[in-house]
Each structure stands twice: as structure tokens, then as C-alpha cells.
């Protein structure tokens, strides 16, 4: 290592890993390519151990690893190394510093103490400083030296170095693969430090971190890419963390369609089953045994339900299973399936089953949009009523049957599209109109969907009504009592209509919007 010609050649590679996979086979192949190794103490013991010969960092810094490891790479003698262009060789040989051909390096475990919730003097120790900035330097000098953070590249890249070397292309790959990897981790340790600081706005800038699950065939039509990433956070139920126990490819509509259900399903506590399309539910019910949920939500609009996406919040038993089998759906995800439940749909291979585990620790994600030129983000929807602040509109009270309907149309109108209309009763959705671009026409199509069975209903509006026509046309379809927010500079009218018919209003003082 003293020599001129030692310190000149490229041939070496600097291995400093917290993710020991695959390290000593990687190591291996490079000494066997004569490449000489130099390692931080941790990696080096590893290779150590595995017969490989090994210099150490502290060996070229001529300064010990201290603080417990904090401090051990950050040296010029190793930076300079990085660093070097073509040009700068004389440079770094005047300095004595070896010359780096590859860097491998991977970084403190920092999501993994974050998902369990380490106390924050672990969580911080997490925080790798040496590491991101081992991985720029290579990255910025990916001309001469290739930086490799994913093991699963170390195959490829051994390969290409005991050959003619990587090409210009295959450098670039690895340079942009190791840049986002560190911006990842930047963005996940802001993400966590920012809700252990007890952070209660929406930060002033926006950084977001996801692992690549799968690439579907394309997006919502053919012609349109489309990948699925997931929360690297994320331990909760739901579609990052779910199984995926049989069945097609998922599609990106039906990952749309899939999170859409289970976010129904959840928000009851008693067994509840919803019926997706195109982001809308078809139907939803719950029951006192998860079949009966299913057969209600599905007889609430069962043209629609053909080819839909189920969501369940309870374990899926064989009866169940044997009513989602009867007609073509597309997926069902739930907290799991029994053994029987499995054995019936397992006769339909291409219907996608995925169990999520129980959904008592279901949080719905914030909401993040794309408009031109920048982002949209907002808290996920998830306020329930507050008895507090209702108040009854009309002269009539709701009776107790359609105080529970309202209640259910209620949870139910949030899930649904703008403008939105429920009709329900019976704990069960009877007609559902979503999406379009005047409040009457969203009733009018509820109302076509119950059919008979918008008599007798209750009907939820996500938002207030502007006229009195809505609750006229409800009111000739039998429903009997209406919830919604109220604030319409024609609130009289509609509440005159409403008392004219001897209907029943709640007011919540809350808007549901979901565009």
C-alpha cells in the first residue's frame, strides 16, 4: 500500500455496508479479479471471517474509527480517492491518496428502527453521515468509479469488472440508483424526525420516498406507463403491506379500486363488505355475519357490481366465499381467508385475493395529487360525525330506524364521488349516484339505481343542496329523512320542501367532497 504504483491503480474498492447480503460473494469475485478490498471495521471483520483479505479505512486515514463508529470514513484520504477525475491522479498521488475504482455502500438501517418506533436517542443514531456522503462522491465520478448501494447488483457489476468493465450506460444506471437512494433516506428520516418533533402543518417542502412494488402492463389505458411504489414506513394494512394469495397481475385500476373497498370496509366496526368500480362504490353493507354484509352490498346495484372489486373487513369464511363466486369479480381483499374460503374461490385462478391482516391498525395515507407544475397534498378524509354539532333542520325528528340509516349513509357518502348521493336502509346502501356535475342529477340517478327500493330509504348528500328540486324528487321516490352539511344561502327553501313532504333533516355541518 506505500508504493506510488499501489496507490495509483483503480483496482480498488472500498466496501462499507450495514446490509451484509451477498457481501462476501461480492468481495469474493473482486479479489478473485484481483481487486484489492478496503473496508470500515464492521465490513472488514465480515470479510475477515470469510478468508478475504482486507484493508482497513483506518489503515489509509492513519486515524482510528472513534465515537463509537460515528466518525471513521470522512477523511480526505478516502473522499480524494472518490473523487479523482483522470486528471486530478497526479494530484491525489502528490496527497498520497489510493484511488478508488468502486464503491460499495449501503446505509444505516434508519426505516427499520423508524417501523418500530425506536426511542428517539436509537433513531437517531440511525442516521448515517458518512454512508450518503460515500455514496455522492462515487455517484458524482461515476466516469471512473462505480457505486453500487443495491446487492442485488453486485452479480452483474463483479462480472463486468473481472471483464472488459461496465459500460458508460450501466455506470449511469448505478449513479442515478445510488442518488435516489439517498434521497430516500433523506426523505424518510425528515418524514419520521417530523412527527417525533410533534410537527402539526403540512411541511414547507415536499419530499417523498417509495420502493417500486410492480409494474403493471400499463396504467388506466394501454398507451400510459404505470409502476406502484410503496411507503417504505409503511406496517399497517393495507395494499403496500398485503398478500397476495392467487390470481392475475394486478392491474393499476385495480390497485385504485382495491384501496378504495378496503377504505369502506374499514371505517365499520361491525362486519362490512363494499363493491367497487371505477372508484365508486356499487354498493356497501353491513351485517351481523360477513355473507349477509356481501349479499346486501351486492343487491344494492348488482348490474354495476359485475366485475368489481370487493373489500371486506373480516376474516372471509366459505359461505362468503361461495356468493362472491357465484358472478365474475375482478379482486377481493380482506384480513384473510379461511382454509374452505380459499378452497372455493381457488376454482376461479384469475380472481386476485390479497389478505391485509386485521384491519384494527387501518390508517387511510394523506392524499397526494399532481397538477400541472407542482402537487397537491391533503390529509386523508376520515372525520366521522360529531353529535355535538348536529342539528335537526326539519320539524320532524328522524325515528330511530333512520337515525341508524343516516348514520351508515353518512360513512358511506365520503367514499363516493362529487357530487355524491346515497340512498340506504337497513344498513345497506339501495342506490348510489356519483360524479356528476349537478346535485339533482346525482339524486336522480340514486334514485334510478334503488328503484323500488329507494322507498323507504334515507338519502346522504356529501354537500349542501342549492335548490329545493333535489328534495322534491326524493320525496316523490318515498325517502323519508335526508343528512347533510347545510350552508346553502337557500337553506329555507330546502328545508321548507323538506317539511312540506313531513321528511326528516339532519344537519352535520360537515361537507364530504371528493373530487
Not at 78 to 85: T, V, Y
Request: glycine share 8%; proline share 4%.
Amino acid at each position: 500500500m506505500n508504493s506510488s504504483k499501489s496507490r495509483q491503480t483503480t483496482r480498488r474498492a472500498l466496501l462499507s455496508v450495514s446490509d451484509k447480503g451477498g457481501l462476501v460473494e461480492f468481495a469474493t469475485a473482486l479479489a478473485e479479479a484481483d481487486w484489492e478490498l478496503v473496508s470500515s471495521d464492521g465490513t472488514a471483520t465480515a470479510l475477515r471471517e470469510a478468508g478475504l483479505t482486507v484493508t482497513a479505512v483506518s489503515e489509509i486515514t492513519g486515524f482510528p474509527e472513534i465515537m463509537g463508529g460515528r466518525v471513521k470514513t470522512l477523511h480526505p484520504h478516502i473522499f480524494g480517492g472518490i473523487l479523482a477525475r483522470e486528471q486530478d491522479t497526479a494530484e491525489a498521488l502528490e496527497h498520497d491518496m489510493p484511488l478508488f475504482g468502486v464503491v460499495a455502500v449501503n446505509l444505516y438501517p434508519f426505516a427499520e428502527a423508524a417501523q418500530r418506533e425506536a426511542p428517539l436517542p436509537e433513531l437517531l443514531e440511525q442516521v448515517d453521515i458518512g454512508g450518503p456522503s460515500l455514496i455522492r462522491a462515487a455517484a458524482k465520478n461515476h466516469l471512473r468509479v462505480a457505486i453500487v448501494v443495491d446487492p442485488n447488483d453486485y452479480g452483474r457489476v463483479a462480472e463486468a469488472l473481472a471483464g472488459e468493465g461496465l459500460l458508460a450506460a450501466e455506470r449511469q444506471s448505478l449513479a442515478l440508483k445510488a442518488f435516489r437512494h439517498t434521497a430516500a433516506y433523506d426523505a424518510l428520516i425528515q418524514r419520521k424526525l417530523g412527527e417525533r418533533f410533534d410537527e402539526q402543518e403540512l411541511p414547507e417542502s415536499l419530499h417523498v420516498a417509495g420502493t417500486l412494488e410492480l409494474r403493471p402492463r400499463y396504467g388506466e389505458n394501454p398507451h400510459q406507463q404505470a409502476a406502484f411504489y410503496t411507503d417504505p414506513l409503511a406496517t399497517g394494512p393495507g395494499l403496500a403491506t398485503a398478500r397476495k394469495l392467487q390470481g392475475k397481475a394486478l392491474s393499476y385500476n385495480n390497485l385504485l379500486d382495491l384501496d378504495a373497498a378496503l377504505a369502506i370496509a374499514a371505517c365499520f366496526p361491525e362486519p362490512a363488505a363494499a363493491i367497487v368500480k371505477h372508484g365508486n362504490p356499487c354498493g356497501a353493507a353491513t351485517a351481523d355475519a360477513l355473507a349477509t354484509a356481501y349479499e346486501a352490498a351486492l343487491a344494492g346495484d348488482p348490474v354495476s357490481a359485475f366485475g368489481g372489486v370487493i373489500g371486506l373487513n373480516r376474516k372471509v369464511d366459505a359461505r362468503t366465499a361461495s356468493a362472491i363466486a357465484e358472478a365474475f369479480k375482478e379482486c377481493v381483499i380482506a384480513p384473510a381467508f379461511s382454509d374452505a374460503a380459499h378452497d372455493v374461490l381457488s376454482a376461479k385462478p384469475s380472481l386476485r385475493l390479497l389478505a391485509t391482516g386485521e384491519l384494527d391498525d387501518y390508517r387511510p395515507a394523506a392524499q397526494l395529487r399532481s397538477i400541472a407544475g407542482g402537487w397537491l397534498l391533503q390529509e386523508c378524509d376520515t372525520a366521522t360525525l360529531d353529535d355535538a354539532n348536529i342539528k335537526i333542520g326539519s320539524d320532524r325528528k328522524p325515528t330511530d330506524a333512520e337515525w341508524e340509516a343516516l348514520r351508515f349513509s353518512w360513512r358511506v357518502v365520503r367514499h363516493v364521488r362529487s357530487n355524491a348521493i346515497v340512498l340506504a336502509r337497513d344498513r345497506r346502501t339501495t342506490g348510489i349516484g356519483a360524479g356528476q356535475m349537478s346535485r339533482v342529477d346525482s339524486v336522480r340517478l340514486a334514485i334510478e339505481k334503488a328503484s323500488k327500493s329507494a322507498y323507504g330509504s334515507v338519502m346522504a348528500s356529501d354537500a349542501f343542496f342549492p335548490f329545493r328540486d333535489g328534495i322534491d324528487l326524493a320525496a316523490a321516490a318515498g325517502i323519508t329523512a335526508i343528512i347533510q352539511p347545510g350552508g346553502s344561502i337557500r337553506d329555507d327553501e330546502v328545508i321548507n320542501a323538506i317539511n312540506e313532504h313531513g321528511m326528516a333533516l339532519v344537519l352535520t355541518g360537515m361537507r364530504h367532497f371528493r373530487h
